[in-house]
């Protein structure tokens, strides 16, 4: 039998999997269970302007614009006509709002990609591409008997060998008992497929619902984000989020969060960062407002797009190779 210390170290070493895995945060905690963030950090708006900050990290990927050299603007330019080559996907010599939303998506959708990949060569150990359950579960967990699980306290890892396995199953669209990689893909990040959502909302579900009514309540909900004492005075976030839970979250008014609640909540549909923002720089840079950007446009226009600052493109080029 392994040793409590290595048991832990194997299974700590899996945490990363949980897609709502709880922040030790307090002041983090209440922003972490959304599934389908912004594409900046920085606020959208500085006062009733547009923040340049946010479009530069939504257009280059926030790794991207926190890497930022200085350059020439003649180099600028340069480098920025290269990646206007690549977001032209037809050749036509415009690039759409469409082919704009595309590139915004990639670019920040990029560390999920580099994720996949990275995790694959970890746990792919036969290199035959494809990963069956078994494969995964000794690279993840280790060759460990039942009861090495009940070492140690305060860690139900039986439990999270079975929702594993659950989401596992999941991702096995085809049903053939083992994973490629684009199903890997979505058992690893299950908020990027539509046919994934669901599981990501029994797991939420899971992780809140102390009472196992299967509902939320808006003292779970509450205690989820802010675990206090009773003693402890709220600060004003909570008294807010209490009051987000009363009107928006609980549409019904039943007093509880549904499922249906629950996925509107955590994966909301009604608004498309990337599409609004690539209509915003198009809107922006379109000078002959004929709908589309000319390479001139964009690059007129390149304080909008990089800032008076630009990434290492050269290195943006090759990890968007592929696009």
């Known amino acids: 039998m392994k040793s409590t210390s290595s048991v ?50 939504a257009f280059l990927g926030q790794d991207g614009a926190s890497e930022f050299d200085e350059l020439s603007p003649e180099e600028s330019k340069t480098r920025l006509g290269q990646i ?3 977001i032209d996907k037809d050749n036509d010599g415009f690039v759409t709002d469409e082919e704009l939303k595309d590139w915004i998506k990639y670019t920040q959708n990029r560390y999920i990609m580099e994720d996949v990949d990275r995790q694959w060569n970890v746990h792919d150990t036969d290199k035959n591409g494809h990963l069956t359950w078994d494969e995964f ?15 140690i ?12 396995e659950r989401r596992w199953q999941r991702a096995d669209t085809d049903g053939d008992g083992k994973l490629s990689k684009e199903e890997f893909a979505h058992f690893l990040h299950p908020e990027e497929g539509e046919h994934m959502r669901d599981i990501v909302v029994e797991e939420t579900m899971e992780d809140i619902d102390k009472d196992g009514d299967g509902m939320i309540s808006l003292e ?26 009363t009107r928006f979250r609980d549409k019904d008014k039943d007093g509880k969060m549904n499922k249906r609640e629950v996925k509107d909540w955590i994966m909301p549909e009604d608004y498309d960062h990337a599409e609004a923002e690539s209509k915003h720089l198009v809107y922006e840079s379109d000078v002959d407002k004929d709908g589309k950007l000319s390479k001139k446009e964009v690059l007129d226009k390149h304080d909008l797009f990089v800032g008076s600052q630009a990434t290492d493109f050269g290195e943006a080029l090759i990890r968007h190779d592929e696009f």
């Open 220 to 245: 779970e909900y509450i205690g989820d984000m802010y675990p206090s004492d009773d003693d402890e005075d709220e600060p004003d976030w909570v008294k807010i989020e209490r009051e987000q839970f």
């Open 153 to 164: 306290e305060g860690f139900d890892y039986k439990d999270m060998i079975r929702r594993d």
């Open 8 to 57: 832990l170290s194997i299974a700590l070493g899996i945490l990363f999997l949980s897609v709502v895995a709880k922040p030790t945060d307090k002041n983090q905690a209440r922003k972490d269970r959304i599934l389908e963030e912004k594409l900046s950090d920085k606020d959208h708006y500085d006062g009733d302007l547009h923040n340049p900050d946010y479009d530069h990290e």
């Open 84 to 86: 206007y080559d690549k």
């Open 137 to 151: 579960k000794n690279t993840t967990y280790g060759y460990l008997a039942d009861d090495d699980f009940d070492d």
